[in-house]
Structures are given as C-alpha cells and as structure tokens.
C-alpha cells in the first residue's frame, strides 16, 4: 500500500510538472512554457501593483492556460479564483452582439433598417422605468430615426458614451448618425430597448435562453444574482481603495455583465470554434464596418484624428474593435469600470486568443507586457486604448 501511495503521489507530481512545463503557442510560431508566463504574470503584477487577475490563452480554439492570481478580497486575504464573480463590465457589449446577431439569423431584426420602424409609435412616448429607457429627449431631434442596429453594434449612432457625461445629463445626437466612430454605452441601450419592446422578453431572458445556457455560462448574468454572494471580487482603484460592489444594476447589454474566467472562457472559445452563430454572422460581426482615426478612444483624442493607427487599419466591427495583423484579423474588447480592468482578443485564423480579466485598474499597465509575453500580440492599440505601461508613465 505504501509503495502504491507513493507511485500514485509520483505520478500526481509529474502531471502537474507536465501541465506547467507544457507549451503555449504564440502568433509568431514560438512558444512559451506555462511555468514561464506563470512566472511572468506574477512579476508584472508585483511592478504593476496589480491585485488580482485572471489569465486565459487560447490554442487551437480552445482554452490551453486559465490560471488565476491574487485576490478577490484584498482585505480578508481572499484568494481570486477561475469561477470567482467578476464585474464583466463593457466586455458585455461582445456578448450582446452575439444575442443580437443571433435574433438578426432568427428573422427578428435586420442590421440596416431603421429601430424605430419597428416600434407602432415614437421610442419617446413609451413610460419607462429605469432611466435607461427614458428617450424624450430625442422627441426634437428626428435623426434618431435613422439610427439602426449596425450604427448601435459600430458605434456610430451620434449618441455620447453615456448621457451623464454630458453638462446637463441629457441624451442627444451628436454628429450625424452613421458618418464617426464615437464608442456609445447608449447607442447599445437604444438597441437593446427595441429589442425588448419587439420581443416582450427582458435582456436577461434573451441572454440565457440565445447564449448563456447554449454554452454552459451557468455563472453570469445581467444582473446581480443572490448565488453570486457566496464569491465574488471587489475591484479597486489605481490607488488600491475598495470599490463599493453595486448589486442594485438594471440589465444593460453595454455594461453590467456579471461573469467569471471559466464562464468568459467558454464565450471566447465558442467564437474561435465559431459555435452559436451561422458563418455569415461571423464574417460580418469581424468585417470592418468603419475605420478608426482618433488618437486614442476616449478623452480629448477621441476627437483628434490622425494616422496613429493605420499600420494595424484600427476599425470597429459589430460589437467588435478589429484590426489588421500578419496573421488575420484581431477581435478585440475592452472592459472597465468599478474598479474592473478586463480584456480579451481573439485571432480566429490562428486559433490564438488570450482574456485578461482583473478586479484592479492598474492592470491597464501590464496589459501591454501579458499579450506580448503570452501570445505575442504586438498589435492591440494599447495607446490608443490608453494603456500606459507602468515603467512609461
């Protein structure tokens, strides 16, 4: 019995040295070993004051790298784990694309007619009961009427990120729908309320039934759920402060994704495999539909344009930003706020892919150095998405 323990216990340690010495596939033909990035997720955490973060890298399609490191609970020493509650933030926009390109294959919508004329009367006499759905502001402004599925998934609708940024908190279009990139939070919630209206099904339903529950998401959701209480993550600030966790969300398809690593996995892992959706509906939600030229996403450069960014032709897909790289296409998405700073990209003709999630804003910082280091992606536009490493700040 001794000597069986002992070769049972030999071969548990082998399997693990085998799982942490095998080989990840970068973009570029070379490889790192999983030990090796383990190593190196943990030094640029320490440089980049980064708390707690999850890492997964795709090969061949498929998940080949999901580890986790720090914590949920910086206070209680709570260590972060692959199925710990994470505040997706806008790497719920990703999501909603599929459920709204899969309605779109189900003959419930098309990309380019216009919402409105879907709805028997103006999207600003409906009563609403959550903010999101308040839309009388857009009763002296008929462009609205041009706006349609494709400008909400390419941000391209004229409507601001979100109508609390404005001086007076108000919804309006500003520029011409159809004609700039300008990344909207509304522009999605316009989309999602006509949806609501045409099918009589709330998001949340729509979520689990067309994406959630097909590929085995069993721990997110829309919307906070009272399993999540049992572990989730606290996000902190660049100063390291604890973020109040908000439990009190409506659904929003832009922004209130309630996720884990494993679960966000699965998501990225059925796009590589092109599960879900029919192939049509792949190439147009990863086709430029409009090219990017600003200097960076947000803030003063979102409106000064340039050539930053040509040699990777920067353009936003439908739900997607994507860009141009010797190896195909890039499909990337971003997420961030409440303390959360997430990121996933996906290269569909290599299979390659990596997810970044994390529960500390100073991830921004070491974002750079995880691509290159894991899967050698030196194309994500971290200047563009202002990233700034912690050794160039």
Same mark, same amino acid.
């Given at each position: 019995?001794?000597?069986?323990?002992?070769?049972?216990?030999?071969?548990?340690?082998?399997?693990?040295?085998?799982?942490?010495?095998?080989?990840?596939?970068?973009?570029?033909?070379?490889?790192?070993?999983?030990?090796?990035?383990?190593?190196?997720?943990?030094?640029?955490?320490?440089?980049?004051?980064?708390?707690?973060?999850?890492?997964?890298?795709?090969?061949?399609?498929?998940?080949?790298?999901?580890?986790?490191? $720090? =914590?949920?609970?910086?206070?209680?020493?709570?260590?972060? +784990?692959?199925?710990?509650?994470?505040?997706?933030?806008?790497?719920?926009?990703?999501?909603?694309?599929?459920?709204?390109?899969?309605?779109?294959?189900?003959?419930?919508?098309? %990309?380019?007619?216009?919402?409105?004329?879907?709805?028997?009367?103006?999207? =600003?006499?409906?009563?609403?009961?959550?903010?999101?759905?308040?839309?009388?502001?857009?009763?002296?402004?008929?462009? !609205?009427?041009?706006?349609?599925?494709?400008?909400?998934?390419?941000?391209?609708?004229?409507?601001?990120?979100?109508?609390?940024?404005?001086?007076?908190?108000?919804?309006?279009?500003?520029?011409?729908?159809?004609?700039? *990139?300008?990344?909207?939070?509304? $522009?999605?919630?316009?989309?999602?309320?006509?949806?609501?209206?045409?099918?009589?099904?709330?998001?949340?339903?729509?979520?689990?039934?067309?994406?959630?529950?097909?590929?085995?998401?069993?721990?997110?959701?829309?919307?906070? +759920?009272?399993?999540?209480?049992?572990?989730?993550?606290?996000?902190?600030?660049?100063?390291?402060?604890?973020?109040?966790?908000?439990?009190?969300?409506?659904?929003?398809?832009?922004?209130?994704?309630?996720?884990?690593?494993?679960? =966000?996995?699965?998501?990225? &892992?059925? %796009?590589?495999?092109?599960?879900?959706?029919?192939?049509?509906?792949?190439?147009?939600?990863?086709?430029?539909?409009?090219?990017?030229?600003?200097?960076?996403?947000?803030?003063?450069?979102?409106?000064?344009?340039?050539?930053?960014?040509?040699?990777?032709?920067?353009?936003?897909?439908?739900?997607?930003?994507?860009? +141009?790289?010797? *190896?195909?296409?890039?499909?990337?998405?971003?997420? +961030?706020?409440? $303390?959360?700073?997430?990121?996933?990209?996906?290269?569909?003709?290599?299979?390659?892919?990596?997810?970044?999630?994390?529960? &500390? !804003?100073?991830?921004?910082?070491?974002?750079?150095?995880?691509?290159?280091? $894991?899967?050698?992606?030196?194309?994500?536009?971290?200047?563009?998405?202002?990233?700034?490493? =912690?050794?160039?700040?």
């Amino acid at each position: 019995m001794k000597q069986l323990l002992i070769i049972l216990f030999s071969a548990g340690i082998f399997s693990v040295s085998a799982q942490n010495a095998s080989l990840i596939k970068r973009l570029d033909g070379s490889t790192i070993s999983a030990d090796s990035l383990t190593n190196a997720i943990k030094t640029f955490m320490s440089k980049g004051n980064v708390k707690g973060i999850g890492i997964t890298v795709f090969n061949s399609k498929k998940p080949v790298f999901m580890k986790t490191f $720090g =914590y949920s609970n910086v206070e209680k020493q709570k260590e972060l +784990q692959t199925n710990t509650n994470l505040y997706g933030a806008s790497l719920s926009k990703a999501v909603f694309a599929v459920l709204v390109l899969k309605l779109v294959e189900e003959g419930v919508i098309t %990309l380019d007619k216009p919402l409105q004329s879907y709805l028997p009367k103006p999207i =600003y006499e409906y009563e609403h009961k959550v903010w999101h759905e308040d839309f009388t502001e857009l009763k002296s402004d008929p462009r !609205y009427t041009k706006i349609t599925a494709r400008m909400c998934l390419d941000h391209t609708t004229g409507f601001p990120n979100w109508r609390w940024f404005e001086s007076d908190e108000k919804l309006r279009i500003k520029f011409e729908p159809g004609t700039r *990139y300008s990344y909207s939070g509304e $522009g999605l919630t316009y989309l999602q309320v006509v949806l609501e209206k045409i099918t009589g099904k709330p998001l949340e339903e729509l979520a689990q039934e067309k994406v959630f529950k097909p590929l085995g998401m069993t721990n997110s959701s829309y919307k906070w +759920q009272d399993k999540f209480e049992k572990d989730y993550a606290y996000g902190y600030e660049h100063d390291n402060s604890l973020q109040e966790k908000d439990k009190d969300n409506a659904p929003r398809g832009a922004g209130t994704l309630e996720t884990t690593l494993e679960d =966000y996995s699965k998501f990225l &892992s059925a %796009l590589l495999s092109k599960k879900l959706l029919k192939e049509k509906s792949y190439k147009e939600m990863f086709s430029p539909q409009i090219r990017i030229h600003s200097r960076t996403q947000f803030g003063p450069g979102a409106v000064e344009d340039g050539n930053w960014n040509d040699n990777i032709q920067l353009s936003y897909g439908l739900g997607w930003g994507i860009l +141009q790289s010797p *190896y195909g296409i890039g499909a990337f998405k971003e997420g +961030q706020g409440s $303390g959360f700073q997430n990121y996933g990209i996906i290269f569909p003709e290599k299979g390659i892919g990596m997810l970044i999630m994390s529960n &500390s !804003y100073n991830t921004d910082s070491i974002i750079k150095y995880l691509l290159e280091t $894991g899967i050698k992606d030196t194309f994500t536009p971290w200047q563009w998405d202002q990233y700034i490493p =912690y050794d160039k700040k």
